[in-house]
Antibody, heavy 117, light 112 residues
Framework: QVQLVESGGGVVQPGRSLRLSCTAS????????MNWVRQAPGKELEWVAV????????WYADSVRGRFTISRDNYENTLSLQMNSLRAEDTAVYYC??????????WGQGTLVTVSS | DVVMTQSPLSLPVTLGQPASISCRSS???????????LNWFHQRPGQSPRRLIY???NRDSGVPDRFSGSGSGTDFTLKISRVAAEDIGVFYC??????????FGQGTKLEI
């Protein structure tokens, strides 16, 4: 079955960097776009970034463009999110999410990122 | 960006009774391929979201048939024919037609 397991969350000071990872299994990773979606405490879901199946294209939410970079390794079946210049408003649970034609069909369990001094 | 507006934001329900959630988009969600990429997700407390419905009315595998989706253009509805205890949580609509960005509704909290 499809599994998406995130890691790398933690507490980080404002302005610092953090890198999240997601290990995928149970499907042909190299055939699907992948996303990061976040959820601030008690708030709604916010899409963050998507990367094409082959890594050739990436798209970002305005709130993170220029600070976050999404990447993937189709040999290791991993998705990453490099987060630089972190702000308090980036505090959230970050989910690794599999794309499916105009939709998101599988979600990981999430990893919590807390940006605080 | 497409704005997704859900109502109500809080929905008190009685077990065994029906419930309905509305989702409206700021522009038509019909894509050039003829499909309408409107999805519904359910998030139980402390859990990740789970997709229930895709392309307006298609239920995911394992989703009880008491859940149904309908609508077209800019107006969509998720209906629960008989609310069960495991339905508590927050329901989100999401559009995948006009991206980036993908956009979600604010969420509707189902309370029993």
């Amino acid at each position: 079955q499809v599994q998406l397991v995130e890691s790398g969350g933690g507490v980080v000071q404002p302005g610092r960097s953090l890198r999240l990872s997601c290990t995928a299994s149970g499907f042909t990773f190299s055939s699907f776009g992948m996303n990061w979606v976040r959820q601030a405490p008690g708030k709604e879901l916010e899409w963050v970034a998507v990367i094409a199946y082959d890594g050739s294209q990436q798209w970002y939410a305005d709130s993170v463009r220029g600070r976050f970079t999404i990447s993937r390794d189709n040999y290791e079946n991993t998705l990453s999110l490099q987060m630089n210049s972190l702000r308090a408003e980036d505090t959230a649970v970050y989910y690794c999410v599999k794309s499916a034609a105009g939709s998101f069909d599988y979600w990981g369990q999430g990893t919590l990122v807390t940006v605080s001094s | 960006d497409v704005v997704m507006t859900q109502s109500p934001l809080s929905l008190p329900v009685t077990l065994g009774q029906p419930a309905s959630i509305s989702c409206r988009s700021s522009q038509s969600l019909v894509y050039s391929d003829g499909n309408t990429y409107l999805n519904w997700f359910h998030q139980r407390p402390g859990q990740s979201p789970r997709r229930l419905i895709y392309k307006v009315s298609n239920r995911d595998s394992g989703v009880p048939d008491r859940f149904s989706g309908s609508g077209s253009g800019t107006d969509f509805t998720l209906k629960i024919s008989r609310v069960a205890a495991e339905d508590i949580g927050v329901f989100y609509c999401m559009q995948g037609t006009h991206w980036p960005p993908y956009t979600f509704g604010q969420g509707t909290k189902l309370e029993i």
